[in-house]
């Protein structure tokens, strides 16, 4: 069962804006998919994304990381304006996301995925090259063990570790991409539905280890469809409607806004 932790939650510290989009649009040809957005993620926030079907919300998601490319809008991340820079230039600043559909390499094991996580931190070539040969044996002895440490993290035991990804459960797909995004130690993780597939118990869980995310400092933009979750998680929503905002406050205050209900009213989710 799901409990209000309010208290809890918004017992740590949350401060001024990590990330801000202000006027941000997006253009899929002639369908504007968002239409001059402004959102502000507080440092050390757990913030929402909600809104129906096609509102827009995985395309923020796409603009803030670089994987679409605003038409127009300012963004800006932990003081580091964004908008136009590639993926991997935004990774390195500290921005992590997981997928809506889990993308795991068919081939990998659990602890191989998890050390991909390391890649922004590695980025500039082979360890070897870097680093010298004993650097880099002891870089990488450091990587596994924060990889192993960070299946923990996530509720993975060591038993998993050599398994090919792909052949463990839905749940726990879902985790090792969390722990991969925790590899590049991200200062925000941006999550794409994480509860999408698991069942109520899996749900507390993974709701669970998004509060011990924030514990460990990091901020969380995340996106998911169960209001009774994001109700007790996040400090703060923002609802999006046809790509524009449509509410934005704290979560009671949002979910209980007219315009919120009926904006859920008569769709599908
Ligand atoms: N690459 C793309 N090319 C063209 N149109 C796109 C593209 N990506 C998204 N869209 C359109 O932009 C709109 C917003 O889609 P988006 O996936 O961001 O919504 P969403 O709120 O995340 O939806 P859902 O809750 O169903 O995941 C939709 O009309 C969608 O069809």
Do not use: W
């Not at 007790?232 to 609802?239: F, G, K, S």
Request: glycine fraction near 12%; charge should be positive; charged fraction near 25%.
């Amino acid at each position: 069962m799901i409990t209000r932790t309010a208290s809890a939650a918004r017992a740590v510290a949350v401060g001024g804006p990590i990330l801000a989009a202000e006027g941000l649009r997006v253009r899929f040809g002639g369908l504007e998919a968002i239409g001059g957005l402004d959102l502000a993620v507080a440092r050390g926030a757990i913030h929402g994304l909600i809104g129906p079907n096609g509102a827009g919300k995985t395309t923020v998601l796409n603009a803030l990381t670089g994987f679409v490319r605003p038409s127009a809008g300012r963004l800006t991340f932990d003081g580091v304006e964004t908008a136009g820079k590639g993926v991997a230039e935004i990774a390195s600043l500290g921005l992590a996301r997981t997928f809506q559909n889990i993308r795991l390499f068919g081939a990998m094991t659990v602890l191989e995925s998890v050390l991909v996580g390391a890649h922004r931190r590695f980025h500039a070539g082979p360890l070897a090259l870097v680093f010298g040969a004993r650097k880099a044996r002891e870089a990488e002895r450091a990587a596994i063990a924060e990889a192993a440490e960070l299946l923990d993290f996530v509720g993975l035991g060591p038993e998993v570790a050599a398994r090919v990804a792909t052949t463990l459960s839905y749940g726990h797909q879902r985790r090792v991409e969390i722990a991969r995004a925790l590899m590049s130690r991200p200062k925000l993780l941006l999550l794409d539905e994480p509860l999408a597939g698991m069942n109520a118990v899996e749900k507390v869980e993974i709701a669970d280890l998004v509060r011990q995310v924030r514990e460990r400092g990091i901020s969380v933009l995340l996106i998911e469809h169960d209001m009774a979750v994001m109700r007790a998680l996040c400090d703060r929503l923002t609802v999006l409607e046809y790509g524009k905002r449509l509410a934005d406050g704290d979560p009671e205050a949002v979910l209980a806004d007219p315009a919120v209900q009926a904006a859920y009213l008569g769709r599908a989710r």
